[in-house]
């Protein structure tokens, strides 16, 4: 019998040892296919972040031309602007200066801009159109404006920033392919050769593009258009979902877990919680559409709406996570208060929810996240339509950032709004990498004081 | 295994004396130190343990022997920053040679947990699951005798023989820990490390479990971890006490537990520390 | 200016109110040389509630009823020789006229002298309606707050009352998720009920062509509006997105749990979990730059004709999407099986590979079919990703590098720009809306009872 088992012993020793090589092979290949999934997965976030940089950082510098603009009295034709002194009552004034501000507006400006361009090409040989698709639509109104603040500027000489065309900026950086034939190419072949020549000289320079924050979107002069009305737009919704979504989120997470008793009800209202945080964004949108605005009448397209909107779809998130957060603190802290003689509520308020703030703060910083980036809802209460103001209230009409950039994603001007849309998401990345950053620090020092 | 069958139940045994220097000494400690990141959890121990024998190690909980235990099945290469330095010998084989191969080694030294874990799968795919990782089994038909005579020895089969399609998890303590036993027999190993395999169980679980030990030692090389003294006296020929990551003294069971040479082993053996 | 006023008033009667229910409760203690029951601060608080809750809710009726009162009193302000002049639609914008010159935002052209008329008289009903409103709120706040302070006695069990209605106030906090739920369902149910008045179920629900023909009135039932090249269009990109993900999620989530060196997993893991938090709108500008492009080009080299804009561009991208969703999920899921069975399969000699594919992915399998659930709820729910990459195209085709449609592409492109809800042609968004909630819900609720059932399992 000990023979037999030591032979049988040996003979199970060589079985396993016939079949460590595929076995480990095996391994090795199931290992690689983790480790590729992992590179794979990486080099998708890596390639995201590298298209929407290499696309978008471009944009935040922008084709601005330093003209030497003379204020000409034969072109500025308005006369002087009205003083207070030479009218009897402010009425008055006020109507003389609204004259003079309409006749500052029926002003050619833009031949102040052709006679700086011609003045610094003596030799240039070209149509006025040419030369004012050099420069962006806005440039006359900056040039008013500039002149309405300060009317002593006229018959001076000043060098002056203009904001060049999208058209010229896509010429200059190349993101329109240089080699076109004329007839393919958004500008005419003498526009090219002033701009080629201007980029040379140093009057045309790659400038950053402030105005980028400080602009609210255009449509007729794109070289111009900004965020910052969408931007306000998305501040007022986080403010509503901040102020709205964060009290109630916390109250019904406070009484889910520390108050409600365990029932159907209760049952209910946690597979609802659950099942709203699942359900598509795009069906708060039609809540919206149809409560909100059709039913309620609230107004179309304003932040309002769109907040209260995020609000419902957040709710659930901040009340998920303000429960885990709950769930953390250890039943023997809640025994100790209650045995000391504290209500429940006192025991909830006094010593459980300081220790929870932390977590609260993290699930307030998601939610906001979340909100800030959604977009599908907002098309359906008519935040994607155009708003040249940034919004004075939450009542006003508005866009919003992830709105912005859907809406100059499907810009004609793709050569231009490829590189600005890159740019608005960057910015919108940037925000929610500012919050998540923030929610880090804050938690680190709220749980280092604990 | 017949020399054992006559035997009363193990719960009122009394100490036996068998000399352990009866089996030579296939696995054998060389200065094993274990080191968890920078701290040491066992201090150079050395010892044989005797083939075909029940070796118990016993000590106050953390005193290293249990990881001893899983030094010699290497399985502390599972723990991150485990470091062991030292030799292990299996036929003057060193266990931690680079050479060697762990799933090899495992095959040979099976393992026994303290907590019962079959897979949440049924009896007979427990027990086939070594088997067939090895590819021990040439045909359905080996398999399926593998399996029936695993659970024979592990003293399960009578049980079980009417639901072995049924899941492990639905047997109750005592048989789930069988059920791992007679899942460790199956891959046919030379060595069976038992790592406080009763210490989740009830008496008289407690009490069949040690039956099956005393009755596996006949064909198995057996160490045991335990916490309880009077287990180690039940079960085990040889007996080491471990102290503070130290091995303090080894020996036959018998000597130990009636004239130990240490004080400590006294002190612990006497209820005056653990 | 109105809320201002009402702020200021509710503000003043609150802390009023909080310092008498302070004052009195410590001079009631006092003088009776009694305990009080509960501290003075939740007295002042019990006063304050008893001041604030009736005056609240006088203006809240107010603001609820206040506008539909106004309109109905612009509506009888209108002389009747000229309401019986007008039609129901003139009569109605008659009112908006005379509440919006009432309200001094002007209006278009020149009003007629019974519009000025009315909106005088309108403007003066706000104001002594408001002035009244106040004056309610007012004195019903004071003439509570004098009755509560009668009835501070030292044996006031102030604080559990107050106790109760913060019970109170959470509880219908609770209910506000309740609420979205009912307003979901409502809302969708009322408007695809109206749909189906235009348009027959049968033809909506099996119909296999949508061409809902544009009528520049908006109403009319002209045009087809079969569900299922939009449905299939949605299986296909959903398909696509899963085909992807799970294979690259899973593995990644089971190297992290299983193989990976804990430092290499901090640093991956949130790296991974990066691409949850990208806004969907971001994904769907990377399809249309960059990966549909690359798809097409990669087509052209192989000699396949893959468009752009395509069920593949999008459900790639989706798949991209869902990455760490999927790895996340099952992640946590693989980590809830317990060691003891990892020790015991290694303990015999497995492999670790072997351990994974035979007793941890068996035993997690319940939890990561939940997460796949999810997963999948998430894709078919998901909308700028097919908005801008998947070509728009509702037509019913099984080659995934072809245009298509999806649910939720129809919606936006059905409602956008609309909110008159008048014709099929926009009713139709709630139809799909209802058919996509019904959908997601039965994936959700089937996966988070499958995940809680493993959760338990192993607790």
Known sequence: ?450 | MSATETQASPVHQTVRTPDPNAHPARLKADAVSVFYGEKQALFDVSIDLPEKSVSAFIGPSGCGKSTFLRCINRMNDTIEGARVAGKITLDDHNLYDQSLDVVELRARIGMVFQKPNPFPKSIFENVAYGPKIHGLARSKADLEEIVITSLQKAGLFEEVKDRLHQPGTGLSGGQQQRLCIARAIAVGPEVILMDEPCSALDPIATAIIEELIDELRSNYTIIIVTHSMQQAARVSQKTAFFHLGKLIEEGPTEEIFTNPREKRTQDYITGRIG | ?459
């Not at chain 1, 220790?355 to 599908?376: D, K, S």
């Open chain 3, 1 to 459: 200016m109105n809320s201002f006023v009402i702020a200021a008033m509710l503000l003043v009667l609150l802390g009023l109110a909080y310092q008498t229910g302070w004052s009195r409760s410590r001079a009631v203690a006092q003088s009776s040389g009694q305990r009080l029951h509960s501290r003075p601060i939740y007295h002042g608080v019990w006063v304050a509630l008893w001041v604030v809750i009736p005056a609240a809710l006088i203006m809240g009726l107010w603001a609820l009823f206040g506008p539909g009162v106004a309109d109905q009193f612009a509506r009888s302000q209108i002389p009747a020789e000229i309401a019986a002049g007008l039609e129901p639609g003139q009569i109605v914008n008659a009112v908006s006229r005379i509440k919006a010159i009432a309200s001094g935002f002007g209006i278009i052209g020149e009003p007629q002298p019974f519009e000025a008329e009315a909106a005088r008289a309108l403007s003066q009903f706000q104001l002594y309606g408001f002035l009244i409103v106040i004056l309610a709120a007012a004195i019903i706040g004071i003439g509570a707050l004098l009755y509560a302070r009668g009835r501070i006695v030292p044996g006031l069990r102030a604080r559990n009352q107050v106790e109760r209605v913060i019970t109170l106030l959470l509880l219908a906090c609770s209910g506000v998720a309740i609420l979205t739920t009912v307003g979901i369902v409502a809302s969708l149910l009322v408007e695809a009920i109206r749909f189906f008045t235009f348009i027959n179920p049968l033809d909506f629900f099996f119909g296999t062509v949508w061409n809902p023909r544009f009528s520049t009135t908006g109403t009319g039932a002209e045009g087809d509006y079969g569900l299922i090249p939009l449905l299939w269009g949605t299986i296909m990109v959903a398909t696509i997105a899963m085909l992807f993900a799970v294979p690259v999620g899973l593995m990644a989530a089971i190297y992290l749990s299983q193989y990976a060196h804990p430092r290499v997993r901090n640093v991956v893991k949130p790296l991974i979990e990066i691409l949850a938090g990208i806004p969907t709108i971001v994904y769907g500008f990377f399809a249309l730059v960059t990966v549909g492009p690359f798809l097409s080009g990669l087509g052209a080299t192989v000699g396949l004709d893959i468009r752009a804009t395509s069920a593949a561009t999008a459900g790639l991208v989706m798949g991209i999407m869902i990455i760490p969703f999927i790895s996340s999920l099952s992640d946590d899921i693989l980590r809830q099986v317990p060691q003891s069975l990892r020790d015991g399969s290694l303990g015999l000699g497995a492999t670790q590979s072997e351990t994974i594919r035979r007793v941890i992915l068996p035993a997690a399998l319940p939890g990561i079919v939940g997460a796949f659930l999810l997963a999948v709820s998430r894709a078919i729910g998901e909308t700028m990703i097919v908005v801008l990459a998947a070509g728009n195209s509702p037509v019913l085709r099984f080659n995934p590098f072809e245009p298509t449609s999806t649910v939720t592409v129809t919606i936006v492109n059905q409602l956008t720009g609309d909110s008159d809800f008048a014709g099929p042609q926009s009713l139709v968004a709630f139809a799909l809306g209802l058919t996509l909630f019904v959908l997601t819900l039965i994936l959700n609720v089937a996966a988070l009872t499958i995940v809680r059932r493993f959760r338990e399992q192993y607790d």
């Open chain 1, 1 to 450: 019998m000990s023979d037999m088992s030591q032979s049988a012993a040996l003979d199970r020793r060589e079985r396993v040892r016939n079949g460590l090589s595929r076995r480990h092979r095996g391994e090795a290949i199931f290992r690689g296919i983790g480790i590729a999934a992992i590179a794979i997965a990486l080099a998708l976030v890596g390639t995201l972040f590298w298209q929407v940089l290499s696309k978008g950082l471009p944009a935040f510098t922008q084709a601005t031309l330093h003209l030497d603009v003379t204020f000409d009295e034969d072109v500025i034709t308005a006369g002087p602007a009205p003083l207070r002194s030479d009218y009897a009552s402010a009425a008055q004034y006020e109507a003389a200066f609204l004259d003079w501000r309409r006749a500052l507006a029926g002003i050619n400006w833009a031949a102040l801009i052709e006679q700086a361009v011609r003045a610094e090409m003596p030799e240039l040989d070209a149509e006025a159109s040419d030369i004012r698709r050099l420069v962006d639509n806005n440039a006359g109104l900056t040039l008013r404006q500039m002149y309405q603040d300060d009317p002593a500027l006229l018959n001076q000489t000043l060098n002056v920033a203009l904001l060049g065309s999208a058209d010229t900026d896509n010429w200059l950086k190349g993101t329109i392919d240089r080699s076109l034939p004329d007839a393919r190419q958004q500008l005419s072949a003498v526009t090219r050769a002033i701009a080629d020549r201007f980029a040379a000289d140093g009057v045309i320079s790659m400038d950053f593009a402030w105005h980028i924050f400080t602009n609210t979107d255009s449509r007729t002069a794109p070289a111009s258009a900004g965020l910052a009305g969408a931007f306000v737009g998305s501040l007022y919704m986080m403010l509503v979902v901040v102020v709205l979504a964060v009290p109630i989120g916390v109250a019904s997470a406070i009484y889910l877990e520390e108050f409600a008793p365990k029932n159907r009800f209760t049952d209910l209202i946690e597979v609802n919680i659950n099942n709203l945080a699942a359900v598509p964004s795009i069906v708060f949108g039609l809540l919206g559409a149809a409560v909100f605005i059709n039913y309620f009448r609230l107004p179309i397209s304003a932040p309002i709406v769109g907040g209260l909107v995020l609000t419902l779809m957040t709710l659930p998130t901040i009340i998920i996570a303000t429960r885990s957060s709950l769930r953390q603190v250890s039943p023997s802290l809640r025994q100790a208060a209650l045995g000391l003689g504290a209500s429940r509520t006192q025991m909830v308020f006094h010593h459980v929810l300081p220790l929870t703030l932390p977590g609260i703060l993290t699930a307030t910083i998601i939610g906001v996240a979340q909100a800030l980036g959604e977009t599908a809802p907002l098309l359906l209460i008519g935040m994607n339509a155009f708003v040249a103001n940034i919004p004075g209230t939450p009542l006003d009409q508005s866009s919003a950032l992830p709105v912005q950039i859907y809406l100059w994603q499907g810009n004609e001007n793709r050569n231009f709004f490829e590189a600005r849309t890159s740019a608005a998401i960057l910015v919108l990345l940037g925000l929610m990498i500012t919050l998540n950053a923030i929610a880090i620090f804050l938690r680190t020092r709220l749980e280092r004081n604990k």
